[in-house]
């Protein structure tokens, strides 16, 4: 995001530009989609949705382990709730933040059962009316879960598209909005695991592989490194 502490593109990039880019994501980032579950690997939309609040700030491994500690307890919302404060924060624990998330858990499975019958919304507009959903979770579940044509924006998606030009804003809300407008449709199914991909595998957070990247030539990132380590510049 935009905050003053990382360099983004100097300009975004152009509707055929933006066609192209995700064509060379898809040949170089594809692969087997189809068995992709939701996140964190839970089974239904209830799970996922509690699984991406206690995703916030936490390492995978730590929400890996609140997430199976809590769903031992309970699977719905109303089991959820039946369980008493001590219970439901000593399960999450591992996740950090618990006292908090404690509660918006609880908001959560509250607003479920009296305004949806117990039933997780299925458009982004339905998620984003629940308490604790944010555009990311929204666009994780509606995408895994519903299968949904959703880019969802976390660190890694973000800094792809604002290093590439692809798309900017000042929160991750804000280019997820962005590259919803500006992604062909044809990208939106499967874009999040080519843009996931390469944030993880080449344009990583502090070494980004510049000098061996497929959108070099396209991407608007300034500080774009062209020389491998070690290398002269008469090389």
């Known amino acids: 995001m935009a905050n003053g502490r990382e360099v983004v593109a100097d300009r975004l990039l152009d509707a055929q530009e933006v066609e192209r880019t ?15 579950k939701g ?12 699984a991406c609040m206690l995703s916030a700030q936490s390492r995978d491994s730590n ?10 307890l309970a699977e719905t919302p109303q089991a959820m709730l039946a369980l008493d404060d001590a219970t439901l924060i000593d399960a999450i624990r591992p996740a950090g933040l618990y006292n908090n998330k404690a509660k918006a858990i609880r908001k959560f499975c509250r607003q479920l059962i009296d305004d949806h ?20 979770c929204a666009d994780i579940v509606l995408a895994f879960t519903f299968g949904g044509d959703a880019i969802a924006v976390d660190t890694h998606v973000g800094r792809v598209c604002e290093r590439t030009g692809l798309a900017l ?20 199914p499967e874009g999040h695991f080519w843009l996931i991909r390469f944030g993880k595998r080449v344009c990583t957070g502090r070494a980004p592989k510049c000098a061996d990247c497929f959108l070099a030539s396209l991407c608007r990132y300034p500080d774009k490194r062209l020389r491998r380590a070690g290398e002269s510049a008469e090389a």
């Open 22 to 36: 995700f064509e060379l994501l898809r040949d170089a980032m594809g692969g087997d989609m189809a068995n992709a």
């Open 169 to 188: 804003g000042s929160t991750e809300a804000k280019i997820a909005e962005a590259l919803d407008e500006r992604a062909p449709d044809w990208v939106k």
């Open 117 to 136: 019958d117990g039933h997780v919304p299925d458009t982004r507009q339905g998620l984003l009316s629940m308490h604790g959903i944010g555009r990311k």
């Open 63 to 72: 929400t890996a382990k609140a997430t199976r500690a809590l769903f031992r």
């Open 39 to 50: 996140p964190k690997g839970q089974p239904d939309a209830f799970r996922s949705c509690i």
